[in-house]
């Protein structure tokens, strides 16, 4: 009986002493990780505002893929959105940012935060990435298949399908998403 | 004393002798720069890791050495995470879910077993150095056969004006991309394991 208070003892104070240390680790390094975060975010909307005025953040909790939208104004009139969208990874969520006009045509896009496979889905990260759907929508079709896509593109995503149809699919729903806001 | 530190890096190396840290060493091994990256966390964990279960051998009972060992590889691991994500974010992202399983890397855990309950925490630091440089490069080696074929490129981290880049001509517009999938990990793996053999058996000739 007593051996076991004895071990459990000792467990206990190696999982205490660790968990202190923990806590210190991660009061120093949280502020720098949420600082660097903002700045991303911030990185990336001025990147797809295009030199356009960037609106208010408004959320969206609709149950759908769409979370949250920024206008983007020209001269008080709202040409276009960065509309923030979840779509479905290999490994958890995909949350990309797509600038898309109020007609639905994409006009950029960047995938923020993700799990994907480094060398495989980690590879949609890259500004070349999105060339594949750049351009597409209001009257061409946003490609989530492979046989929608340019031989080479269909090639260059070899091992990753899950997160390009992933992204393909989130880009459309942000598409209809931006044509039934219209220009409001 | 330099036998335990030189051992880990040809004689027992843990990828290709051992045969532990597949998975990480497999998964990360698409580019130089991540096997760099997946390296150094190791080296710093299995330090870490080695030292204190060194240091504590006395004070863990044997019932729950193993949980305790788990604790303290997790408790390393979480201060990489955190550290790398704060300091170098771009090695973070592209590191992505590896970093977390350096927990359940088998050489870690086997390092403490094997190694550093049974010796002092000079043989334990030696033999932490010796066995994550070994990996690093074990892992290097893979990822450069994957990226020269694979990709056609040498990623390394950029530097001033070097954008980090070599495009190998000849290959990189048209690389072999089985080379970068997990099929051609395995192959590679294969192919220089049985490398690793042969010279193995030659010198045991001598």
């Given at each position: 009986m007593?051996?076991i208070?004895?071990t459990?003892?000792k467990?206990?104070?190696?999982c205490?002493v660790?968990?202190?240390s923990?806590?210190?680790?991660n009061?120093v390094?949280?502020p ?7 700045a991303?975010?911030n990185?990336a909307l001025q990147k797809l505002s ?14 759908s893929a769409?979370?949250?939208?920024y206008?983007?104004?020209d ?5 276009a959105?960065i509309i923030?969208v979840i779509g ?6 995909l949350n990309l940012l797509?600038a898309i006009s109020?007609k639905?045509k ?5 995938l923020m935060e ?8 980690k590879?949609?990260e890259n500004?070349?990435y999105m ?6 929508g ?5 490609p989530?298949r ?6 080479d ?5 070899t091992g990753a399908s899950?997160?390009f ?8 729903k942000?598409s209809?998403?931006?044509i039934?806001l219209g220009?409001? | 004393m330099?036998?335990?530190f030189?051992k880990g ?5 843990p ?5 532990l840290?597949?998975c990480?060493a497999?998964g990360?091994?698409t580019?130089v720069v991540?096997s ?6 190791v080296i710093?964990v299995?330090?870490g890791s080695?030292?204190?279960?060194s240091?504590?051998?006395?004070f ?12 303290i ?5 979480t ?18 879910v590896f ?5 359940v890397n088998c050489?870690i ?7 550093a309950?049974?010796?002092t925490?000079k ?9 994550g440089?070994?990996?690093?490069l074990?892992l290097?080696l ?7 074929f694979g990709l056609g490129t ?6 001033g ?6 495009e190998i001509?000849g290959?990189?517009?048209?690389p072999?991309r089985v080379?970068?999938l997990a099929?051609g990990a ?8 049985a490398l690793?053999n042969?010279v193995?058996?030659l010198?045991?000739v001598?």
């Amino acid at each position: 009986m007593k051996e076991i208070f004895k071990t459990g003892a000792k467990l206990a104070v190696i999982c205490a002493v660790a968990a202190i240390s923990l806590g210190i680790v991660n009061a120093v390094t949280d502020p720098i990780i949420i600082a660097a975060r903002a700045a991303r975010l911030n990185a990336a909307l001025q990147k797809l505002s295009l030199g356009f005025e960037i609106g208010e953040l408004v959320a969206v909790d609709d149950g759908s893929a769409v979370t949250g939208y920024y206008p983007l104004t020209d001269a008080g009139n709202i040409i276009a959105y960065i509309i923030k969208v979840i779509g479905a990874g290999y490994a958890d969520d995909l949350n990309l940012l797509s600038a898309i006009s109020i007609k639905g045509k994409i006009l950029s896009a960047v995938l923020m935060e993700n799990s994907e496979t480094p060398g495989l889905g980690k590879e949609a990260e890259n500004a070349s990435y999105m060339e594949m759907f750049t351009g597409k929508g209001d009257g061409s079709v946003i490609p989530f298949r492979k046989s929608q896509l340019e031989h080479d593109d269909a090639d260059s995503i070899t091992g990753a399908s899950i997160t390009f149809i992933g992204i393909g699919k989130a880009l459309n729903k942000a598409s209809e998403f931006a044509i039934n806001l219209g220009g409001m | 004393m330099l036998k335990d530190f030189t051992k880990g890096i040809i004689k027992e190396n843990p990828v290709f002798i051992i045969v532990l840290g597949l998975c990480p060493a497999l998964g990360v091994s698409t580019k130089v720069v991540n096997s760099i990256g997946m390296g150094a966390g190791v080296i710093f964990v299995l330090l870490g890791s080695n030292i204190f279960v060194s240091l504590l051998k006395d004070f863990i009972p044997e019932k729950i050495r193993i949980p305790s060992y788990i604790v303290i590889i997790a408790s390393f691991v979480t201060v990489v995470e955190m550290v790398m994500e704060a300091f170098i974010p771009a090695l973070y992202d592209s590191l992505g879910v590896f970093v977390p399983l350096i927990v359940v890397n088998c050489i870690i855990l086997g390092r403490a077993e094997a190694f550093a309950n049974k010796n002092t925490v000079k043989s334990s630091i030696l033999d932490a150095l010796g066995m994550g440089i070994g990996f690093t490069l074990a892992l290097m080696l893979i990822s450069l056969v994957r990226e020269v074929f694979g990709l056609g490129t040498i990623t390394l981290f950029p530097i001033g004006n070097f954008s980090g880049v070599i495009e190998i001509p000849g290959i990189s517009n048209a690389p072999v991309r089985v080379f970068g999938l997990a099929a051609g990990a395995l192959l590679v793996m294969g192919f220089l394991k049985a490398l690793f053999n042969w010279v193995g058996e030659l010198r045991r000739v001598k």
